[in-house]
């Protein structure tokens, strides 16, 4: 079946980069639509972006100026950098697929486990 | 921008209660309306999608209404493993969560 992996830092230092990477095993990265979610300390969910292979991503615009999200058709992964981090992106990032192969209107049905990163000095 | 209104935050409930979650968003998103559940440690999952399509492998107690602008997720009789925290997402425009519904074991 389909998994995914994040993996990455779990300490990142205020006004540095956060790198995360998704890696996808059980199915292709090529189709589908995939995202990050990211959910601070014992709060809700925010949707951070979503792409697929073939489309330009799309952001959330409240962090579209610090985000970028890339896919790698070659490693069957797809990535997250989120610039400039404060505190306030200290968080359990997840990163999931979209249960429609052309859309992200019909949900998100597969999630990795997600990994925590805290921004701290 | 879509804003999402979910109530209650918090619930409390006895197993074989029937309960009822709302979401109200802040203008007409059709039926691209997911619910999701989620418990402590892990990742959200899938319950409903189109607002009222039960996701593969769900339990039919969990039933989900609405379009538009009004949406419920309704579990018709708790079972002890339905404890958890439930949260409505809009996905007409940029996805959306709602703030989530904690439901506690009274």
């Known amino acids: 079946q389909v998994q995914l992996q994040e993996s990455g830092p779990g300490l990142v230092k205020p006004s540095e980069t956060l790198s995360l990477t998704c890696s996808v095993s059980?199915?292709?990265?090529?189709?589908?639509?995939w995202s990050w979610i990211r959910q601070p300390p014992g709060k809700g969910l925010e949707c951070i972006g979503y792409i697929n292979d073939n489309g330009s991503p799309n952001y959330n615009p409240s962090l579209k100026s610090r985000v970028t999200i890339l896919v790698d058709t070659s490693k069957n992964q797809f990535s997250l950098k989120l610039s400039s981090v404060t505190t306030a992106d200290t968080a359990v990032y997840y990163c999931?697929?979209?249960?429609?192969?052309?859309?992200?209107?019909?949900?998100?049905?597969?999630w990795g486990q997600g990994t925590k990163v805290t921004a701290s000095s | 921008d879509i804003q999402l209104t979910q109530s209650p935050s918090f619930l409390s409930a006895s197993v074989g209660d029937r309960v009822t979650i709302t979401c109200r968003a802040s203008q007409d998103i059709s039926s691209y309306f997911a619910w999701y559940q989620q418990k402590p440690g892990k990742a959200p999952k899938l319950l409903i999608y189109a607002a009222s399509t039960l996701q593969s492998g769900v339990p039919s107690r969990f039933s989900g209404s609405g379009s538009g602008i009004e949406f419920t997720l309704t579990i018709s009789s708790l079972q002890p493993e339905d404890f958890a925290t439930y949260y409505c997402q809009q996905l007409n425009s940029f996805p959306l969560f709602g703030q989530g519904t904690r439901l506690e074991i009274k």
């Open positions: 059980g199915a292709s990265i090529s189709s589908y639509y």
């Open positions: 999931a697929r979209a249960r429609l192969r052309t859309t992200v209107k019909g949900g998100f049905e597969i």
